[in-house]
């Protein structure tokens, strides 16, 4: 068969397919090996993605699929495209839903491109870094309060599973999309499709749709796609950044399943495991994708981040290497989902750097202080009150165990997300509502009113 009939461009470096185990295709090229990160295809299937992830002797790369490699045989002929994977690249993606290839999800024609990128960029050198220094405001009490974002930064959603982190992120979405009047970016890491689909239409019915990209590496597919994805959603970003000349929000829905897939890439290798059985390689992986999710003098890319715990076990190599990377962290409590607490974020373990004096103001500071300070002593206090009764405690102790109780069910707040479960408004409040209410309640201003009157409302002003 001649070059042209089967679609083989001349100059291509080819090869034969040597073998297949699961994900992981080794091709055999006799007349040189293509480089690092190169995009393999093949010409009987052009859906076939794959990428050169080792040299394994002079005639031999090992690759990982990014697409299913069902119907491969061995000696299927495999040609080297000589460059890695690309994606388009306009403002024509604002509004489209992708995959880690930039290939549409959304079943509309594929999207126009100025320029392709590849997926494999450097992190901006630190020179041109540019730590802003300003809180994001998020609209949710709890967040603002006591673990406040920065823009620019990267924050993390931690919790186990069922606790609330992607309606978490769906509120951060609807609060923040306007105010930040930039551009978000969704990137769906092992999302189950039913979720995709939900998230895609409840971004329409609440008009956001037009400033946000999505991009999804599903649960269904080759783990090579979602060990990618990541990186197609950061070039995007990278792309808005820098050359459209706009902020950036990016949300990352699940960063654990990007180590997972990692982890069952490494295994396919063959590399011997680490602790847990995560690969040899979690540290550096993860810290290529991070490092990449950095402010210019010009323009941001914020990043918040769900974070799976797998068994609520905060020491998993996973969740402990992500939280170095991170300028905030919320926790999200079982403990407290369980008590109807929502959002179930837990006061004593979320923490951001941003929670600074010189950042936030002498009075923010102070607050947070005194509200974490009343909730770690009510902490102390619940096995007492178990045991023997609140009123065993003294008058002193009493008082903090209902301011505290006050506080936690101020803390809640309904959502826009979830209206449609509770029948109850979603409520934005800004931070100065949030710390004026945080101080009256610690003044004991409603230490006579019903603990229910605090639950589930925006502003103190709602109980007057």
């Known amino acids: 068969m001649s070059g042209n009939a089967s679609g083989i461009r001349g100059g291509e470096r ?38 050169v992830i080792e040299h394994v002797d002079k005639t031999l790369v090992r690759t990982i699929a990014l697409t299913g490699v069902r119907g491969l045989t061995r000696g299927t002929p495999i040609v080297d495209t000589g460059a890695p994977i690309q994606v388009p690249l306009s403002r024509e993606l604002l509004g489209r839903v992708l995959n880690v290839l930039g290939d549409p999800l959304d079943e509309k024609d594929p999207p126009h491109a100025d320029e392709r990128r590849s997926i494999h960029q450097h992190a901006i050198p630190l020179s041109k870094h540019s730590p802003t220094g300003e809180v994001m405001e998020t609209g949710i009490k709890a967040v603002d309060l006591l673990s406040p ?35 978000s970016l969704f990137c769906g890491i092992g999302e189950r499709n039913r979720e995709a689909e939900e998230f895609y239409r409840e971004l329409t019915e609440i008009d956001v749709i037009g400033d946000t990209v999505l991009v999804f590496g599903q649960m269904d597919e080759a783990p090579g796609a979602r060990f990618r994805v990541g990186h197609t959603a950061l ?60 402010s210019t003098r010009s323009h941001a ?75 770690a002593r009510y902490d102390d206090l619940k096995d ?39 029948g109850e408004s979603g409520k934005l409040v800004p931070r100065d509502k949030t710390l004026e209410g945080c101080r009256r309640i610690l003044d004991d201003e409603f230490a006579d009113t019903s603990e229910g009157r605090l639950y589930m409302i925006g502003d103190i002003e709602e109980v007057a």
């Open 149 to 183: 974002l920065e823009r620019g930064g990267k924050a993390g959603l931690f919790g186990g599973a069922g606790v609330g982190k992607t309606v978490l992120i769906m509120e951060f979405i609807h609060n923040m999309i306007e105010a930040q009047e930039g551009v």
């Open 14 to 51: 080819r090869g034969t397919l040597d073998g297949v185990r699961g994900s992981v295709v080794d091709v055999r090229f006799p007349n040189g090996l293509p480089e690092l990160y190169n995009r393999l295809r093949v010409p009987d299937d052009p859906s076939v993605a794959l990428e």
């Open 301 to 375: 890319i914020t990043s918040i981040q769900a974070v799976y715990v797998p068994a609520d076990d905060f020491t998993d190599p996973a969740v402990a290497e992500t939280f170095s990377h991170l300028s905030a962290s919320v926790v999200l409590s079982r403990d407290r989902a369980g008590q109807g607490l929502y959002p179930a974020i837990d006061p004593l373990q979320s923490t951001s750097k941003m929670l600074n004096p010189a950042i936030v103001g002498d009075e923010h500071y102070r607050l947070a202080r005194e509200v974490r300070e009343t909730l």
């Open 235 to 294: 070039t995007i970003a990278e792309y808005f950044r820098d050359t459209e000349h706009r902020d950036v929000l990016l949300l990352m829905d699940n960063i654990f399943r990007f180590a997972q897939a990692g982890m069952e890439v490494s295994g396919l290798l063959g590399r011997l495991p680490s602790r847990l059985g995560y690969q040899p390689t979690l540290g550096s992986e993860l810290a290529a994708l991070q490092e990449r999710i950095a």
């Open 384 to 422: 007492i009150i178990a045991m023997l009764g609140q009123e065993e405690l003294s008058r002193d102790d009493q008082k903090v165990v209902n301011r505290a109780r006050r506080l936690e069910r101020f803390l809640t707040q309904p959502f826009y997300s979830t209206e449609r479960f509770t």
